[in-house]
């Protein structure tokens, strides 16, 4: 392994670590008082300012915006506005869903988008979208129905996580679709594409601009001298690190290493959020549940094997949820 594909995968490693960090970012945030539609204002607002503020001072910088057409830039504030869907269920969720549970639910959406693939995109070979959809829905049934019955979250919780890997999912079709597959695939081998700093830069923007806008439209108490002190460092974390590094660290690492391997090396996510959580929030999945985990992870591992998925393809991600 050369040098640039070491650093390509330290990259990714880091990536995953942030996007998997941004559920334990939020529990502090919500024991403050903070609820999940405040916190993804200012998660998607300071995203967004760090986002711009990198693009300024890249060479590239706004000159790689001036070269986009019309076109390109509505289309990339549209799927960030389309993003709101799978970020607002999962932190939403995650009000009353352990940290730990919901890193291992939502991490089904490759296997989702695999099947969507088989009709709307570059589709896998054989029967393995559904082996891998398969492995996955296995894998959420155990570590679901282990839950103990009396520590279960609610079921209102349960389903808005549930629905974020769906729409998620949607929304890669749809960015994969709407960009042009053939580009993406082009540029996931190395070829020179849109930039991905301004692609991050304008899409965090819409994101946060709807959360903005919705939440002073129903007198959620998101202005800075309504946010408890307690809730800032969790708030800037979240951000920060599992917004801004984290996107920024997936493509420099894709860049160097190609998105399938990439997507590959960042299924380490989930395992990292249950270790943290295990360790700073007391979080712990039971062994049914733990094979469940292995389970989703298989499916995820199987989705990406083959380059031809729009899973592999295209990875791009706001956060994580």
Known sequence: MDRRQAVGFLLVVVSAAAFGSG????????????????????????GA??????????????????????????????????????????????????????????????????????????RLEGRRAWAALGLALAGVTLTVGAIDQRTAPPLAGLALIAASPVIYAV?????????????VAAASEG????????????MTSATAVAYWASALAVG?????????????????????????VAIQAFYAGAQRVGAARAALVSTIEPVYTIGLAALLLGEVLGPVQMVGGALILAGVVLSQATPGAIGTRLRVRIADE
């Open 220 to 244: 959620r108490p998101v202005l800075p001298a309504e946010i408890p002190a307690a809730a800032w460092p969790g708030l800037l974390g979240v951000g920060a690190v599992s917004t801004f």
């Open 191 to 202: 070829a020179r594409g849109a930039d991905a700093a301004v692609v991050t830069a304008l």
């Open 49 to 122: 300012v760090l986002s711009w503020a990198w693009v300024l001072v890249r060479a590239r910088g706004i000159g790689s915006l001036r070269s986009w057409s019309r076109r390109r830039v509505v289309i990339t504030l549209a799927l960030g506005l389309l993003y709101v869907g799978n970020s607002g269920t999962y932190f939403a969720g995650l009000e009353t869903v352990p940290a730990s549970l919901a890193a291992l639910i939502v991490y089904i959406y490759p296997a989702i988008v695999a099947v969507l693939a088989l009709r709307f995109g570059r």
């Open 171 to 183: 929304w890669i079709v749809l960015a994969a679709r709407l960009s042009g597959e053939r580009r």
């Open 23 to 46: 559920a334990l970012f939020a529990k502090p945030v919500y024991a403050a008082g903070v609820d999940w539609h405040t916190l993804s204002a200012w998660r998607f607002g300071i």
